[in-house]
């Protein structure tokens, strides 16, 4: 265990629904990240949250939408994806956003119909 | 951006043996870490290495940095079948702080 938890760890869902990721960390970290992880592509840097403010949108579709309501929690909401959205999402944290190792969650995968 | 190239993209060898993996990059880093993924999960951080260091070792694992180069490798030794995995390097550059840029990765089996 990492010290970072996502749930749910696997989600089917509509392209006209609308659900939401969970991320966690017990690691007292303040930066927390969202990537995406497709069938043979590289892992995707998706948001990054230094002290609860986003820092990074990295040309992301507004269909994805980040939340940071404290350094312990992020979410993703998701709404109206497309089935290219299918993937591996995997949350991570680090002790600021220079320099260290980040700590990854197990992921989400997500299937959208 | 920063992204490392991992070489080869696949190993496959019997337990027992060392695994050796090469990541190339392209500009000025911070640092550069390495990390471990079993299929579907979550990365593993493995080991980061400085700009201003030249090996590391944790366990069984050796690190080398040639920043001459912009080349690292991963060794692996007396590799076990639970060390099947996809590794990734990811360099940290110098203007790039926080972004790590994965790349595609080596995917090692390891044969009981």
């Known amino acids: ?113 | 951006s920063q992204q490392g190239e991992e070489d080869p993209q696949a190993l496959s060898i019997q337990e027992g043996e060392n695994a050796t993996m090469n990541c190339s990059y392209k500009t000025s880093i911070n640092n550069l870490q390495w990390y471990r993924q079993n299929s579907g999960r979550g990365l593993v951080h493995l080991i980061l290495i400085r700009s201003n260091e030249r090996e590391k070792h944790s366990g069984r694992l050796r690190v080398t940095l040639d920043t001459s180069k912009k080349s690292s490798s991963l060794l692996i030794t007396a590799s076990r079948a639970a060390d099947t995995a996809s590794y990734f390097c990811a360099p940290l550059g110098v203007d790039s702080s926080y972004k790590l840029i994965f790349g595609s990765g080596t995917r090692l089996l390891v044969r009981p």
């Open chain 1, 1 to 113: 265990e990492t010290g970072v938890t996502q749930t749910p760890r696997h989600l089917v869902m509509g392209m006209t629904n609308k659900k939401s990721l969970k991320c966690e960390q017990h690691l007292g970290h303040n930066a927390m990240y969202w990537y995406k992880q497709s069938a043979k592509k590289p892992l995707e840097l998706m948001f990054v949250y230094s002290l609860e403010e986003r820092v990074e949108n990295n040309s992301v579709p507004s269909r994805f939408s980040p939340e940071c309501p404290n350094s312990s929690h992020l979410f993703l909401h998701l709404h109206t994806l497309q089935p290219e959205d299918s993937a591996l999402y995997l949350c991570a944290s680090s002790q600021g956003t220079a320099l260290g190792p980040q700590y990854f969650g197990p992921g989400t995968r997500l299937l959208v119909l």
